[in-house]
């Protein structure tokens, strides 16, 4: 009896062991993959329903593109992690300190603890060679500074980090990926960024889609490739091989942060990441269903340059019917009344796992 008592215990133990480990695996894979919550639509839930569709669907991190305080209040309690934007708008008016220390005061430290902010996205795809954004430029750093400051002052520099949100446009040289570079009439306007980003010990934002580089150029980039089936490798860089784009993209941005000479250390958060399901070249059902099933599996190792997981928020949480051009408005994961358009695993707890889901989310196409 003894001897099947301290067996079984042993057992008991064992189970508990691994069943807390898978728990945690789960946890991990939720934590890693948030969804950007856009706004832009006549036929949207309120925010407290998108905050329980968040939470129902096990999403732990939301992008929100300004200071929306429906969202703000639904947020308070919820555990979900937040990286709030700063739009483009307000960047001349932050430029300012006194108007920083009130918007951070404002938006971030009147709902702080009970809202879990993660990252300040300073500026979204901001460009000095961006004719609709190019003014906009010269107030970037400033505005990152002076909420990064007010974030310090009030001692939470270390829980808040202070970014901004790029995109690929800015990369001169992306092939291969160990060339990476930015281009040369950018430079004066990015260094700076990332010499502060590199002083506060703060990730970079990009916006990666590989759809935009697939349909913008068909011949050369095949669609396996860019939704992450190719069967092999497609492309060598020296003894990396890459079987998608998505991670020759990320690693040439790697390469071009390393090439700076002082930002090499810097990781980088991708703040945007997705495909539509209409509207455009390319843009099926099945192509979106693939690239965003592939892109949550495949954010947990990482790239050849660089293994590990890689915290990534997918556009978007709803088809937005006020956004343009058409294909602007299919980027959702789930449609106006709450329906999924896909069926994607954000890594839900072991409870909540119906008695009856015993098939596996393909992580290839036959396409």
Known sequence: MAT????????SAAVILLLGLFMANLDTTGAQVGVCYGMMGNNLP????????????????MRLYDPNQQALQALRGSNIEVMLGVPNSDLQSLSNPSNANSWVQRNVLSFWPNVRFRYIAVGNEVSPVNGGTAWLAQYVLPAIVNVYNAIRSAGLQNQIKVSTAI???LIGVSYPPSAGDFRGDVKKYLFPILGHLEYAKTPLLANIYTYFSYSGNPRDISLPYALFTSPGVVAWDGSRGYQNLFDAMLDSLYSALERTGF??????VVSESGWPS??????????????????????????????GA??????????????????EKNFGIFLPNKQPKYNLNFGAHIDRIPAEYNETIPLTSDM
């Open 310 to 327: 890689i915290e990534t928020y997918i556009f978007a949480m709803f088809n937005e019917n006020q956004k343009s051009p058409e294909l």
């Open 263 to 268: 930002a090499g250390s810097l990781q980088v």
């Open 4 to 11: 099947f008592s301290t067996s079984s215990s042993a057992l």
């Open 167 to 169: 995109d690929m446009t």
């Open 46 to 61: 309120n925010a407290r329903e998108v905050v329980e569709l968040y939470k129902q669907n096990n999403i732990r991190r």
């Open 278 to 307: 209409a509207g455009g070249f390319g843009t099926t059902y099945d192509n979106a269903r693939t690239y965003l099933t592939n892109l949550i599996q495949h954010v947990k190792k990482g790239t050849p340059k660089r293994p």
